[in-house]
Structures are given as C-alpha cells and as structure tokens.
C-alpha cells in the first residue's frame, strides 16, 4: 500500500480514504467508487457510548468513542437573539400568538395602532440561528376594534384560528387564516356566534389545540345567558361542538393548556370575587364537549393565570401575578374530570401585577419549565428555567432575553424541532412595537460531530463510522447535488446550522467533504 500526496498533503492514504479534500465532483465521486475509494476506504470502526442507529450524525467523545449527537440540557439558557419592529404598533393589551413547530413559524394577531386599530396579523420565519423574519402584516377584521384576540394553530389543517368580540354585535366571533408558503397569510371564512351563546362581555377568553381529536378549543363567558361556554371547532365549515358550564364573576383573564396525558383540556381563568384562579376540566370528542365543575387552586392574588403543561411530572403548571414582584405558582394534577392542586411562590422574580408581562412554556428537548417575565427594577424580559420534583417547583438562573424595553402581554412558546422558545410582546417604551426574542436552553453536540454511522451498534460496541472523503449509504431521503449539515439531533439538514457534513450524490449516499477539526 502507498499514500498518495499532493503538495506534501495526503490525499489517499494507505487505505485508499479520501483526506484534506473539502470537495469532489460526482464524476469523480464515481470514479472513486468504482476504484474502491470512499465507500469502504473511508470508514472504520469505533466503539459507542450509547446505541447508534445507522445513518445517524455521530460526535467524537474525549475517550475517543462516538456518541450520536444529541440535545443536552444546560443551565442558564442562551439568549439566541433579540429584536423590535418598529414597522408593527400593537394597541395594548390585546395581542396573542401562536406557533408552527413544522415549519418553524410564529404569527403574532394584534390590533394595529396605526391602521384603526383593525384586527392584523403578521408571520414570522425563525432561522436556524433563532433570528425572526417578518413578512408583510394582513388585515383579518377591517373595522376598529377594542377586544382581546386569541389565536391557535391548528396542526392538523395548518390554520391558524383568531377568536375576538364581534365589534357589530359583541357575540363570539372565530376568523380563519392560512400560511401556505413563506410568511404569506391569506384571510379565510369567519363564524359568528357559535351555538347562539349570548354576547361576549367579559374578555377572558381563551383557546387551545386538541391534538387527540384534532380541534381548536375556545371558551368563553355568555353575559347573556350568564354562563360559561366551551365551543370545539374540526373546522369553520362544520357547526362546532358547544358546551355550557356554570360561571360567575368572571374576569377578563384566562388562559388554557391541553394535558397530553389525560388528553383533557384544562381551562383557568381570575374570579374576580377574591381574585382567586379557578380550573374546568374539559373533555373533548369528535361532535361533543363537556365541562366539570370549578376546582379552586387555591391560591389568592392571582391576576392573570398562565398555564402549561408539564408531562415530565404529569402536571399542568399555572403562574400568576401577586404584588410587588411576587409571581405565584400553582400544580394541578388531573383525575377524571377534576383537578387538585398545590402551590407556592416564586419570590424576588421582579413581575409587577399588570398586563400579562409573564408567560411559561414547557421545553421537551430540555424537559424543563420555562418561565418569562417582566423584571420590575431593569424593565428587561428574564427568563428562568424550572424543574418539577414532588409538589416543588426549583428555577434556575436569570438569563436577559430582551432589554429593548418593557415588555407587555408576552407570549412564549416552545419549538421542539429546532429546540427553542419563542417570545412575542409589545414593547411599551417603544410605542408598543412588536417584540420578539428566541432562546434555547439546549446546547447540542453537532459542533463535534465526526462522521455519520455506517450501521446501527449497540453501547460498548465496535461499528463502522464513515469519517471525511468516504461515502455513506446508511442514509436516506437526501437531494442529489445538496449540501447537507449536521443538525442538533443527529439528523442531516440542507438548512446551514454552521456545521457543513458534505454534498448528496444520490437519495441513499452522502459524501463527507468536510472535516471537523
């Protein structure tokens, strides 16, 4: 056997591996081939730490095994990025947003300052760097408006559902919008009025997205029937499942969250008569919805509940505002139809007890609550991540995810593909322009990626790991002539993440044209 050199650099070495060469054409990707070059030259075996399955993006551990790269939780979180539109004004307080995981999109529904305060929307594309793109903001209600808006993506349809007061009559009202491509959105059917349940008077309505029977959920209070009503759309062609439940002193804020383990809906919202927060357990079927009667989580000042889902510890996790700058918690196990509930305090966290300037999330990839809020001294949004053991809930450090200025009706949201939250607010110091920042918690290990798997093996054991100039086979779905890069979870992605692998050279072969040294 004989390396071969160029310039003093081996460029075959005795094995007949491709090395130092960033690029080759497919002619003489395939000639190599043919040579026995690449394919088998350009692979050899190392032992795993933890099962590898075949095709995988694998890391270079300091023992010198390889690991598939994965997502690793870290404390304190990384602030990504940070950014006002100065081009969008909300009117305060009346904004909402939801996300698209899939696609890696946020719309954000507001009343525009600046246009009659028309209900708008406007799309934004998050990067793999967490950097927003907003596209151009449509009018879905061409009168003036002075109403809350909610907003849910449904999944399943990839629409997104805004829910407000009928400016004309104060019934109920849900407006339709698509995003077929880009950040482009198209305005689509609305329904008035559904199941005829009197007017909207209080604003405190709320919505979520039922994955198990694949419905949007809204609930609201009929000040003319002096009831609280729960209404599940499959679509806005079809008249929707509606549900009444008994409801007093209901106060313009709620909120809702859908616990995956129980598949339930859970709905919580401010009596206003002590200022406690109430919880409705919700059950969702496919022409029905049904309502049990109010729990009391019994915790009192609790202006503005915020509510997640947490299906690590199986609890749904509600925050709300106290005085000074004390949020309070509350963990509701659900049971059946009902819920019960403990809680406690979140101290010295700096959110004063107006206007929504807190939300959480719960992160996946992570397995951690996040929280965000308005910190009272700095006027700066903080964000902290929580774990749940027992009936404690334990945070981690402050991170500065936005110190543009003060931040009102915030929204967070979690996007479990790329592994990031999201956050949209108005920013009230600066004329209530759109605010948004993107934050992670995850710190993957793609920067030390290797090679890719040649073939599943087992923790401890021996495999083949295709390393630079050799071509993989184990891998599938690619685009001839793309180049490839290697995500945060051991997958391939033709959107740069900063970590280029190589270039296709058919569905089922990559060729690894990078190093990573």
């Not at 591996?17 to 690449?38: H, M, P, Y």
């Not at 304190?76 to 539109?85: C, I």
Request: proline share 2%; hydrophobic share 35%; charged share 10%.
């Amino acid at each position: 056997k004989m390396a071969i050199k160029v310039g003093g650099t081996t460029v075959i070495d005795d094995s007949r591996a491709l090395n130092n060469i960033t690029s080759v054409d497919a002619t003489t990707v395939a000639a190599l081939g043919t040579a026995g070059v690449g394919g088998g030259g350009g692979s050899f075996d190392m032992t795993a730490t933890g099962s590898i399955t075949a095709g995988k993006v694998v890391a270079l551990n300091s023992n010198g095994t390889v690991s598939a790269v994965v997502n690793q939780a870290g404390d304190p979180a990384t602030s990504l990025s940070q950014a006002t539109n100065n081009a969008i004004r909300q009117r305060t307080p009346f904004s909402s947003h939801a996300v698209d995981d899939a696609r890696q999109r946020v719309v954000r529904v507001y009343l525009d300052q600046d246009n009659n305060n028309y209900g708008t929307a406007v799309c934004g594309q998050i990067d793999t760097s967490g950097n927003i793109t907003w596209g151009s903001p449509v009018v879905f209600q061409n009168s003036s408006l002075d109403c809350n808006l909610v907003v849910v993506y449904h999944k399943n349809n990839l629409d997104y559902y805004v829910f407000m007061k009928d400016p004309g009559n104060n019934q109920p009202k849900v407006t339709r919008m698509s995003n077929t491509s880009g950040t482009s959105l198209t305005v689509g059917s609305s329904y008035s009025n559904p199941g005829s349940h009197g007017t909207c008077s209080s604003e405190g309505y709320a919505g979520v997205y039922d994955p198990d029977q694949q419905r949007v959920v809204f609930v609201w209070y009929s000040t003319g029937a002096g009831e609280g009503v729960a209404a599940s759309f499959s679509s806005l062609s079809a008249v929707p499942a509606v549900g009444v439940f008994s409801a007093s002193n209901w106060s313009q804020y709620s909120d809702m969250t859908y616990d995956t383990a129980n598949n339930k809906a859970v709905f919580l919202w401010q009596y206003s008569a002590n200022n406690t927060v109430r919880a409705h357990v919700i059950t969702v079927g496919a022409s029905s919805i049904s309502v049990a009667s109010a729990v009391n989580t019994s915790y009192n000042g609790g202006a503005i509940p915020r509510c997640t889902f947490d299906p690590d510890s199986g609890k749904v996790i509600a925050i709300s505002s106290s005085t000074g700058d004390t949020l309070r918690y509350g963990m509701g196990t659900v049971s059946g139809t009902s819920s019960s509930w403990t809680n406690g305090t979140i101290s010295s966290s700096g959110v004063p007890n107006t206007q929504g300037q807190y939300d959480l999330t719960y992160d996946t990839g992570a397995d951690k609550l996040l929280i965000s809020y308005r910190k009272w001294n700095t006027q700066t949004a903080q964000m902290r991540q929580g774990s749940i053991s027992g009936t404690t809930l334990t945070l981690g450090s402050e991170v500065e995810t936005y110190s543009s200025g003060s931040t009102d009706f915030m929204r967070l949201d979690y996007l479990p593909t790329s592994g990031v939250a999201v956050m949209t607010a108005n920013i009230s110091a600066s004329n209530n322009n759109l605010g948004s920042a993107v934050t992670s918690v995850i710190a993957s290990t793609n920067s030390s990626w290797f090679g890719i798997a040649d073939e599943s093996i087992s923790s401890g054991s021996a495999g083949k790991i295709t390393h630079i100039g050799g071509i993989n086979e184990s891998v599938s779905g690619l685009t001839t002539g793309v180049i490839y890069y290697a995500d945060k979870v051991g997958g391939l992605s033709s959107t740069s993440t900063g970590y280029k692998v190589g270039k296709a050279i058919s569905a089922t072969k990559l060729l690894i044209t990078e190093g990573n040294a």
